[in-house]
C-alpha cells in the first residue's frame, strides 16, 4: 500500500485556502505580524553591520552615516523597527515555557517561572548592552 | 528514511531568535533612536573604534550578526511559504533566504576581521 | 428518496418518516409551528424562560449527487436554556430535515465526534450552548481543513494515516513476561505525559491549523502530540522509530507554532506545546547523531531498518502484522 496515494473522490468537496487566510482570524493576524518581526530583526543586523563598516571607512562615512540616523523620516522608520523588536522578544519570551521544560527537584517549573526568569535575562542582557554603548568596557 | 537538514536551520533560527529577543532591543532604541534624538551622550569616533576593536567584541557581534541573519531567513521562508502560499517555489526562496544569509555573514566576518 | 427539503416550519409526516423520532406526539404537534409557540411541555422544559425563542442555524448543505458547490440552509430552531449547538441539529433532523448529515455519538465531549466549525471556529457542538451565540444566526460549516463528503461529515482518512506513521503504541525491544509485574511508574512519570494521552482525535486542532490546510505533508498537531504522548512514556522504547517519521521536513517542520491547535484544544492537551518540545529534543539528537554517530539512538537511522527488533512490529510501510503484538494489553487499554 503506498502511504502516498490518497483516493481521488470527484465529488468531495475540498476547500481552498484564501490567499489572505491570515486576515481572516484576529489570532492568525496576530500570528503572521509576529512572524514578520523577523524582517526587523535581519534589518537591525544589517544596520549594526553597515555602521561598523562606515566606522572603518573612516569619519566622513561615518558622519554620513550619523547624518542619515538622525534625518527624521529615518528616525520614525526606527521606532517602528524598535516596535518590531520588541514585539519580537515579548512574543518570543512568553512562548519559552512551551519549549522548555525544566525541572528542579523532581518537580516541573511553573509556566510563570520559566518566563520570568527569562524577561529577568531579558533586563540583564539590555543593561549590559546600554552600558557597553555607553563606554562601560573601556 | 533520509533525515531532514531542517534541525540545522532550525537550530539557528531558535539561537538567533532567543539572542535578538535578548539584545536587540536595547541596541536598537540606544542606537538608532535615543542617540541621534540626543538622549544620550554621543561618542566620537575614536571612542567608537576603540570600544568596537577588541577581538571578544567582534566576535560577539559577528555571532549576534550571523544568527539574527540565519533567525530572519528561516522565519522568512516559512512566511513565504504560509503567508504567500509560494511552497512550489521551495528551492528558490530556500536559495535566496538562506544563501543571502549566508553571503552577508560572510560579509560580517570580513569586515569585522578587518575592522578598523 | 428525497424529502421535501424546507426551512423554518415544517412537514411533520416528514420528520416523523425520516427519522423514526423517539419523541412524543406532542413533539410532533410542537414541530409544526417551529418558531411560534410551541409549548415544549413534551420535552420537560415547560415553565422555562426563553421556551418560545427561537435562534436561526445556518448550516452549510453539500449533497453531491445534486450540487457541485456548497450551499446554504437556514433552520430555526428552539433556544432552549440548556441546549448546545448538537441539540439545535438533532432538532433539525428530527423535526425539520431529515436529510441532514452529520456526525456525533456520545454527546458529552469524550469521543470527538461531533467537531464542527461554528462561527468560524472550530468546536465540538455538543460543548458549545445556543444561548452563548445568542441572538444568532448561528452558522455551522464542516470542519476545515478536509475534504467534504456530504453536509456537515467530512473524511478524516489523512489523519489517520498520518497518525498510524508515527505509531502511536508502545514500542519495546522486548516485552517483559507476564510472570514479571506490570510496568511499575511514578506519578511524576505519569505526569509526564498524561496531557497528551487526553486527546479524544476530534481534529479541531487539524482545522484550526493553518499549515494542516496548506501543507499536504503535515502530520498535524494530534498526531504529534500523541507521538511525544509516547515517547515521554516510560515504557516505551521507540523514540528513535518515530523520530524517522516526524523528522522529515513535513513531520513537525512544517510547524511555524502559530499556537491556534493548543487554543481549541477542548481536552487541554497543549499540542503546540508538544511540537515545540519535540523539535528541541529532535535537533537535539540531530546535532548528537552528527557529533557522536556511535550512539544507540542512531541505530534506526544508520541502518534505516527498525525491523530486526521484535516481530511484532514488523510493520513496515503499513504493512499489517500477522502475529499478536506481545505489547496489546497496553494498546487495548487504550491510549
Known sequence: ?138 | MRRSREPFFWALFSSGGMLAALVLPAAAIYLWVARPLGWVPAATDAELVARFAPVLVRLVLFVVIALALFHWAHRFRYTLYDGLQLAHLYGLIATICYGGATLLTIVAAWVLWRFP | MPLAVTTGSTGTAGAAGATGTPRGPAAAAATATVGATATAGATGTAGMAGATETIAIEVQRYRPEEETAPSWQRYEVPLRRDWMVLDGLNYIKDSLDGTLSYRWACRMGVCGSCGMMVNGKPVLTCATYLSALAPGPVRVEPLRGFPVIRDLVVDVRDFLDKLKSVKPWILRSEDKPLADGEYLQTPAELAEYKPYSMCINCLLCYSACPIYALEDGFVGPAAIALAQRYNLDTRDEGAAERLDVLSQHEGIWACTFVGECSTVCPKGVDPAGAIQRYKVAATAEWWRSLLLPWGKASRSAATGDDRGRSPSRSAAAGKEQAEPRPAGDERSRGR
Open chain 1, 1 to 138: 500500500m503506498n502511504p502516498a496515494y490518497r483516493p481521488h473522490h470527484p465529488k468531495w468537496h475540498r476547500e481552498r485556502m484564501p490567499i489572505f487566510w491570515w486576515l481572516g482570524r484576529i489570532s492568525y493576524t496576530k500570528f503572521i505580524t509576529r512572524e514578520l518581526t523577523s524582517l526587523a530583526v535581519g534589518y537591525a543586523a544589517l544596520l549594526l553591520l553597515v555602521e561598523i563598516g562606515a566606522l572603518a571607512r573612516g569619519e566622513a562615512a561615518h558622519a554620513r552615516f550619523l547624518r542619515f540616523l538622525a534625518a527624521p523620516p529615518v528616525v520614525a522608520f526606527h521606532l517602528l523597527v524598535c516596535a518590531a523588536l520588541v514585539f519580537h522578544s515579548v512574543t518570543w519570551l512568553n512562548l519559552a515555557p512551551k519549549a522548555l521544560v525544566l525541572r528542579l527537584g523532581g518537580r516541573r517549573l511553573p509556566d510563570w517561572a520559566v518566563v520570568s526568569a527569562h524577561y529577568l535575562a531579558w533586563l540583564a542582557a539590555s543593561a549590559v548592552v546600554v552600558w557597553f554603548l555607553r563606554g562601560g568596557a573601556a
